[in-house]
């Protein structure tokens, strides 16, 4: 069904698309760097492959708690050491 086009020349109509049919009714789309995917622009992650589309959107990695506690008691040893 055909919307109402105003008297404006420049009323938003795409000129490739037949009269009567807008454009801007359809929510604007990216590939997936991933998947190639149709995924809208504001989207953080692809509801396909589930992964981010940028790296700005993932959260945080954090680092295995093993490693911390590891470098924790590497550090307190070496300052035992120098005390010894």
């Not at 490739?16 to 009714?25: A, E, K, Q, S, T």
Request: proline fraction near 14%; include cysteine; hydrophobic fraction near 30%.
């Amino acid at each position: 069904m055909p919307r109402y086009q105003p008297d404006d020349p420049d009323d938003g109509e795409d000129d490739d698309l037949p009269d009567g049919v807008y454009h801007d009714d359809e929510p604007a789309t990216v590939p997936c760097p991933y998947c190639r995917e149709p995924v809208p622009e504001d989207a953080t992650y692809c509801s396909r492959c589930e992964n981010y589309i940028s790296a700005e959107d993932a959260p945080p990695s954090r680092k295995p708690t093993w490693i911390v506690i590891g470098l924790l008691v590497c550090l307190l040893l070496a300052i035992m050491m120098a005390f010894l």
